[in-house]
């Protein structure tokens, strides 16, 4: 039986790996932080909670990142554990810059020092493009990072390479462009319009406040990602890889689907907020994939549409679910009002 080892379990995508390694007998292990409340609500919603195993792992504590890998003593390594918001990355760009740049240098080194044959996955991201360029964004585009995220994953996109080409390790990059699910963080604008939208649909809110409704992205379905992950730890040799739709909308067009879907007037409850701006924007990202789907036989199954009508559907179901007294594992309900967060780093800029 192989065994993986996922940093970050308890986000998005480590719970949707978690579920498809399981499925491919893997004996699964997943890194966690020490919180003050426990965070294993995807885990718990996926219903794999209790067939993984967690051990305890901070991305700035070295010692711990060691004791991971001797504990679960992985054949594969897929390392998603980062700070993972962009908009945070202004607020806080130094933590962002050791968490999702120099931590993947402690994982790399405990790997090489501990488990030298075990596989590598970095989650690199479409943000490394960043720019102004227009086109569908391949494994050969320049690289134009536009956060102190960017620039700290573009770090270690390269040190993944260095690796690779100095030790002869197997570490791979999976250059994704964004993906998303109901298990996606509030944070994040589809998620924060699917629930939005489901809360005004039933009374229970009015406006919703964004930024920029004119960014495009390139909007794929989470699980289907992390299956490409594992594709491309199961190659005979290591190598980097675009994977997105090859489609992009903008943030108002998912808007205009998720109101649509509840016969929700759009102009009446949305409200642009300016401290939702990010200092620096990607206006644009799509994706090329066709290396993935020629090398990795990788396809996306869900299209635009439909992961609009799923995301608002499962917040939807979750509201009248907690309206009629049902408990079940879910965030939304923990989560502060939007408008008691106050964005310092672009409001005191303004
Ligand atoms: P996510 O939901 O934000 O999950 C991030 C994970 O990292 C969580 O488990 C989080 O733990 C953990 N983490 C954060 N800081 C940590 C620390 N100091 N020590 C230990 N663990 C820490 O992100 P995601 O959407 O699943 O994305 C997974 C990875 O892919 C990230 O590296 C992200 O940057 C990258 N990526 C994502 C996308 C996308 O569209 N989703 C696209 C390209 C690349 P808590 O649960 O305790 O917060
Ligand atoms: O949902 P977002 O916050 O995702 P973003 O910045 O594209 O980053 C995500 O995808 C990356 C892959 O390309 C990952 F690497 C990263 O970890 C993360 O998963 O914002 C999407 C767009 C942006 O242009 C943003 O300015 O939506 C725009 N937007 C407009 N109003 C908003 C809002 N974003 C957020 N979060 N909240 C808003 O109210």
Redesign the pocket.
């Known amino acids: 039986m192989k065994s993986a080892l996922i940093?970050?379990?308890?986000?998005?995508?480590?719970?949707?790996l978690a579920k498809f390694l399981l499925s491919k007998g893997y004996r699964v292990y997943g890194?966690?932080?020490r919180?003050s409340t426990p965070?294993f609500w995807?885990l718990q919603a996926l219903g794999v909670f209790p067939k993984v195993k967690l051990i305890s792992?901070?991305?700035?504590?070295f010692s711990s990142i060691s004791e991971a890998l001797t504990a679960s003593k992985p054949d594969e390594i897929y390392?998603?554990?980062?700070?993972?918001?962009v908009g945070a990355s202004f607020e806080q760009p130094i933590?962002t810059s050791?968490?999702?740049g120099l931590?993947t240098t402690r994982i790399l080194e405990a790997t090489r020092i501990h488990s030298r044959d075990a596989r590598f996955y970095q989650?690199?991201?479409?943000?490394l493009f960043g720019g102004s360029q227009l086109g569908p964004r391949s494994e050969s585009s320049p690289f134009e990072p536009q956060s102190p995220?960017a620039a700290a994953?573009l770090y270690a996109y390269w040190m993944t390479k260095i690796y690779r080409e100095s030790y002869g390790m197997f570490t791979t990059n999976?250059?994704?462009?964004?993906?998303?699910s109901p298990?996606?963080?509030l944070e994040?604008v589809t998620r924060k319009i699917s629930n939005a939208c489901a809360r005004i649909g039933l009374g229970l809110q009015d406006k919703i406040r964004l930024g920029n409704l004119e960014a495009r992205r390139d909007?794929?379905y989470?699980p289907d990602?992390v299956e490409s992950m594992w594709m491309m730890m199961q190659q005979d040799k290591a190598d980097d890889y675009v994977v997105a739709t090859g489609v992009s909308h903008s943030v108002a067009d998912f808007v205009q689907l998720a109101c649509e879907r509840l016969n929700i007037d759009m102009s009446t409850h949305i409200r642009i907020d300016k401290s939702l701006l990010r200092p620096l924007e990607v206006d644009r990202l799509v994706g090329d994939a066709k290396k993935a789907k020629t090398l990795l036989h990788w396809e996306p199954r869900l299209g635009f549409s439909d992961l609009v009508t799923l995301m608002v559907e499962a917040d939807l179901k979750r509201w009248k679910d907690w309206q009629a007294g049902k408990f079940f594992p879910w965030d939304a309900p923990l989560y502060p009002d939007a408008n008691n967060i106050i964005v310092t780093r672009y409001s005191l800029d303004r």
């Open positions: 940093t970050g379990i308890t986000g998005q995508d480590g719970a949707y890194t966690f932080r919180l965070n995807r792992m901070d991305l700035g504590d390392h998603l554990a980062a700070q993972s918001f933590s050791d968490m999702s931590a989650a690199s991201t479409s943000e995220y994953k999976g250059i994704l462009f964004n993906h998303e298990l996606r963080g994040f909007w794929g989470a990602y």
